[in-house]
Structure formats: C-alpha cells, structure tokens
C-alpha cells in the first residue's frame, strides 16, 4: 500500500495516504513519518473537524499523510455517520490520487471505506489463511454493495437469508440468488446485476515465489467470475524479495529505497496501471494476516 | 454471469467463440489448474463435490473444444440453439448489451498474460540476472525445467539470476547458458546475450581488481 502510493508519488502526482486502520496503524512507520504531529484519531473523537488539518508531509515529495497513531488505546472504529463526513472530507482535499489504508477484517468500517474507493485492490498472499480472508472479505463487500442497490423488502429479506449459509432455500452461490431474486421481482434483479457489473475488485499478489503463485491471481479471478459473477481484474504480482523486508526496518518505501528491487519494479508497474487517468481514489485490503 | 450449470463451453474455458487452438488449450490448463483439488484458490468457496463437478465440465468442455469436428457441430447447436434471450433472463440480455471490454480473453492470453503491456512500457533492454528471471516466471517456467530442457545444471542457472559471477565457469559456457535460456524463454538472444554478458564481464573485473587490491 506504501509502495503503491510512494510509487505514484514518484510519477509526479500528488498523492494522499491515509491510515484508516486506526486498530493496526502504521502506515507513518512504512513511510519513515515516525511520530506524526496528528492523527486521524482526532477527527473521529471529534477533536479536530478540518481534516486538512491533519495532513502532515512524508520524506517523499508529492506523497503526504493522513496518519493513524497509536496513544489512543482503544480507538473504536468512527460511526456511521462519521464515516460519512470523512469520506466527504477526503474529497474535498486537493489530490490526484488518495489511498486508503485498511486493515485486515471485515468489520463493515473496513467494507464500506473499500465500497466507497473508485479501485478497490485486496491484495493475496498464496497461503490457504489469505485467500480464505480474501473471500471473506470478499463475500461482506459483496452483499453490502448489493443491500445498497437493492429496494424492495422482500428481496432485501431473500438477501439476509443467502447470507446465512445455512439457509434452507439452497442458494448457494450468488449466482443462484440472482435467479431467485429475478424470479421474485424482475426490476430487483436488473437492479442487482448493474450492481455487479460496478463491483469490480483488483487483485495483487504478494510474496510469489514461484510461478504457481502468480498462477493464483488467474486462478482467483475465475472463481470470482464463476462463483460471485463478478469481473475481478488481476492487476499483477510482487515477488517475494529479501530487499522488501530491509526497506521495512529502514522505514522506507522500497520503490524508494531500492527502486531497482526486482519487487519494486512490480510494485511500479502496479502503480502504473491504477495510475490509468479515468480513476482517482484507491483503498486497499490485506486478504493476509500480514 | 450465469450460473456453472448453464455456461457453455466457451463460457466455463472464459474463452471467445473465435478461440484458437493453442488458447483453448492454455485456458483448458489454467482452469484446470484453478479448480484442482489442492488448488489454493478454490479453498473456502468451493467444496470437494463442487470442484469435482468443475473438473468434470471442464474436460468434456476441452474434449468438444479440442476435436475440430466435435466442435463444429457444438458451435452449431450452440447457435441453433441459441434463442433470442427470453425477457426474464435479465442477466444474459444485460451481459449481451455490455459494451466489449478489452479483456474478455482472460486466462486464454497467458503465459504473457496481461503484464507484457508494462514490460514495453518500461522499455527495459537491460537484462541482468532479475530480468532474465522476470522473463521466466512469465513464461511460467521452473528453473528445473529449464535445465531439463537445456542439461544446464540448475545451480548454475540460479546463479545466473541471482548474478553470482563468481561462482559461474569461464565466459564462454557463461554465453552459453544465457544463449539457451533465453531460447526456453522465447526471448530474443541479440538483445539478451551481449547485454547480459556486459554486466557478467564487468561484474567480474570488478572484483578481480578488490582482489588484487587487498593481497590478503
């Protein structure tokens, strides 16, 4: 997520990160800002109301940060309703591009900031631990988006069933709730596949050591495909690499501390891709532990 | 966006109707990969029995797709068949009108699979050690099976990558092994050769003269 926001910053746009992990911060310690003068922690406890006020500047030029510290123990997550206002306060600070940081999980703080993103990039591990949170993440983002673009009662209580995986009606997959809903009331269902087709999460792969691992990526994206009917795109793979884990103790970015880094290169052409001028904000979700 | 049970072959290969041969048979490989029974990326969404299924489809879908004359007559009843979408099918009228993206040929457009767009970018004509490996894992080759193909000794082709120069023979099996890997990587040996055995020579005059800099 560091990487991918110092890698933009290098191209010459002006990036914003933001730390919306107010449980796991660190996104200042990645980017050798070790003792941010301020914190987002201050905007949800209603401390400070101009979020632009807590943006501080990182080593790198054109990146600065919004950062999340730690001396709040017990920080909760922000209410609905501030979510809300910090969303719209994020847009209304001058940006190129603005990367969220989320954390593990898939507490509904967490879904709605990857909802609210224009990309939305959950990034793989190739261990059975990752990919399972991935799918749950992936299924909670899945069925709120859906909730959203959904109206009427009763298909929303047809929704709240297939949720539960035991339910009794036997829709398995997301796909045999679109037939049910369709067949429930047409106009749900047409409002349901427009949903889809604008839930579209990126995937990267992280710590490929073999071929097979970048495989997964491919693998991944055909099962969203058939499993959750959704258009993943396999945005690419950053190799597992011994240079990644010096750049971390030297508190700094590896696209900037070893942009020649077999990872960095990745890393940057990642960034590249985001970087395609039709979008503008990025959150990212760790399918990992990590 | 239809349910498993109701793609056709084509669907459930994510290939295009116009596919050739050797996309069938690279899309074939990856959802077979995909759907595999130790297949890390089915874990927790599908279960044994649904996998299994999975499997099954895809090989009869490779079976038909495979044979020109079994195909011929699929692609027939798939168009005689195909009816005009009935009005309650929402989801296969919305994925017709869909304007085309310019990535329906998924798995099918591997081993360069989408990130060769950015390798030109980079417009990288260097190759050290790392881009000869880059080429590799796009290939989706293994080391060993490079030195299967090649009877170079693996070791050796690792040191290659990780351009320990000191540890490889004389230049002139060095130029060797460079020459045949880029051959198993599809890559092209007048770029790669001199460039690589640019950074080999240099790498290696370095050292020799800290050598003879510090007698002990």
Known sequence: ????????????????????????????????????????ADFVAHREEDLAKLVVDTPLRHLRLIAATQGHLGAAQPSHVRRERLLQAIHRIPADFVFLDLGAGTHSAVVDYFLAADEGVIVLSPEPTSIENAYSFLRAAFYRRMREALESRAVRRLLAQAMDQRNERGIRTPLDLLREIQALDPAEGARFVAALQHFRPRLVVNEARTSEDIKLGFAVRSVCKKYFGIDAEYLGYVNHDEAARRSMIARRPLVDSHPTADAAVYLTRIAAKLADPRRSSVSGSRGGSA | MKPIGEQNHYELLEIPREADAAEIERAYRMTQAAYASDSLAIYSVFGDEDALGMRERIELAYEV????????????????????????????????????????????????????????????????????????????????????????????????????????PASVYVRGFVGAYARCCGLDLRAVVPSYMERFEAGRVARTRSRQGHPF
């Open chain 2, 65 to 168: 797709l495979s044979d020109p004359d079994r195909r011929r007559a699929y692609d027939g009843s798939l168009d005689g068949h195909l009816p005009a979408p009935a009005p309650a099918d929402l989801a296969f009228e919305l994925e017709r009108q869909r304007p085309a993206r310019n990535e329906p040929k998924p798995l099918a457009s591997l081993p360069l699979a989408g990130f060769d767009d950015l390798e030109a970018e980079a417009g990288s004509t260097v190759y050290d050690g790392a881009g000869l490996r880059r080429a590799r894992m796009r290939r989706g080759l293994e080391l060993e099976q490079i030195a299967h193909v090649t009877k170079i000794n693996p070791t050796y082709l690792r040191f290659l990558e990780e351009e320990r120069f000191d540890d490889l």
């Open chain 1, 1 to 40: 997520m560091a990487n991918l926001a110092a890698a933009l910053a290098r191209r010459g746009r002006s990036v914003l990160a933001i730390d919306v992990d107010l449980e796991g911060a660190n996104l200042h310690t990645c980017l050798g800002v070790p003792s941010p003068r301020a914190s987002l």
